[in-house]
């Protein structure tokens, strides 16, 4: 299984940009698929979650109101639309995906087995 994550660019504070994680087929149903995220100098951090089957979302506290998590079940893809846009936001935005139950919690990467190459969103002031 490979995912492929696009949509990262430059925008302005208080902007929006939307990113998209494809899966490499259309027989891939995943448990849950996740955004993570990866500033400079900075660990990877979570983002958000959103369970498969149920459509259920989990969110970092920072991106509570502004982001968005979505799922496309027929085309086996997810969104992530991030609007209010902050310099702090600035990262490599990875997406993820796990088959099973996501054993160290929603938040956590050891709990996906797949990961995408990442996508750059620069958020100026």
């Known amino acids: 299984v490979q995912l492929q994550a696009s949509g990262g660019g430059l925008v302005q504070a208080g902007g929006s940009v939307r990113l998209s994680c494809a899966t490499s087929g259309r027989t891939f149903s995943p448990y849950a698929m996740g955004w993570f995220r990866q500033a400079p100098g900075k660990e990877r951090e979570f983002v958000a979650r959103i369970m498969w089957a149920s459509g259920a979302t989990m969110y970092e506290d920072s991106v509570k109101g502004r982001f968005t998590i979505s799922r496309d079940t027929a085309e086996n893809t997810a969104g992530l639309q991030m609007s209010t846009l902050k310099p702090d936001d600035t990262a490599v935005y990875y997406c993820?995906?796990?088959?099973?139950?996501?054993?160290?919690?929603?938040?956590?990467?050891?709990?996906?087995?797949?990961w995408g190459q990442g996508t750059l969103v620069t958020v100026s002031s």
């Open positions: 993820a995906a796990s088959r099973r139950p996501l054993q160290y919690g929603s938040n956590s990467p050891r709990s996906y087995e797949y």
